[in-house]
């Protein structure tokens, strides 16, 4: 399979995925989440000795076609022979790297989180806490999401001791609690509020913002995010979830235009068919 075509099916699988977490109801309120909350950082810790890099490696070598994973199964070979500490963080990052350029972000965050144990900076942390979020958003495994959740949490307060005031570590932070950290959703929204203030054209936070209002049923303040993250620069994925948006305010002929542009944006056999059927959905 060519990496081309695995980024292709990794943008429909996190399209896709992350719908079936947007159910319209509303946010719970921060009382009932901080037990909810709770509940799965129990979760998550004891789930934590299991979920470990192997166990997300496998899944994702099916997914990546037989020559990709032999490669990334030869450096996996090479590190546990590796000897030195040198040799296992040179090997660390070519992991990370190889997993990286498949989009598989679940492995690949294992790797960043080992390369930032070794060098305690803020970036490193920064990009652990990346690939944990993006694991989360893509996986379907309700046994390694929490986990993913619960190291996000520990990589983006790990890059905030390191700098107070980096707008990626808050802007993570504030995903990873909004997505069943131990804090309150409402903090999370509350970080990303922030972020947005300051920076008013943050992709991810308002990407993310505009997610959350899908999932709590606010669906014209997730087109008004939407709209404004297009203006600024057109992509598939918030036309798509702008698409969805119009579709639950029953706007059918924007979805239908929103649609189409994802269609233009992104021509790929598989996406345009399922693209088709709810634009059929939307005109029946």
């Known amino acids: 399979m060519k990496t081309k075509q695995i980024v292709v ?122 690939r944990f979020n993006d694991a989360y958003k893509t996986s379907q495994d309700t046994v390694a999401q929490p986990v993913f959740v619960l190291n996000a949490v520990e990589a983006f307060q790990n890059a905030q001791k390191l700098n107070p005031d980096g707008v990626d570590a808050k802007t993570g932070l504030g995903i990873a609690y909004v997505n069943g950290g131990a804090a309150s959703p409402m903090q999370g929204i509350a970080l990303l509020l922030d972020v947005v203030k300051k920076d008013p054209n943050n992709r991810k936070a308002n990407l993310n913002l505009g997610l959350f209002a899908m999932k709590s049923g606010q669906y014209q303040k997730a087109v008004d995010r939407f709209t404004n993250m297009i203006k600024q620069k057109a992509e598939v994925e918030p036309y798509f979830y702008l698409a969805e948006s119009y579709k639950q305010l029953g706007m059918k002929n924007e979805a239908i235009n929103a649609y189409e542009q994802c269609k233009i944006m992104m021509p790929d056999p598989a996406f345009g068919q399922r693209i088709d059927q709810y634009i059929k959905e939307l005109k029946n």
């Open 9 to 130: 099916i990794s943008i429909v699988v996190a399209i896709m995925a992350y719908l079936s977490f947007l159910h319209p109801v509303g946010l719970v309120k921060p009382k009932e989440t901080r037990s909810s909350g709770g509940s799965k950082v129990v979760e998550a810790k004891a789930a934590n000795a299991n979920v470990t890099v192997d166990y997300v490696s496998a899944p994702a070598k099916q997914l990546i076609g037989a020559n990709l994973a032999a490669q990334i199964s030869d450096l996996e070979s090479k590190l546990k022979d590796a000897s030195s500490d040198a040799d296992k963080l040179k090997l660390q990052k070519q992991l990370a790297k190889s997993w990286d350029d498949v989009n598989q972000p679940g492995p690949g965050a294992f790797y960043y989180q080992a390369i930032a144990r070794s060098e305690n900076t803020y970036q490193n942390w920064v990009d652990a806490g990346d």
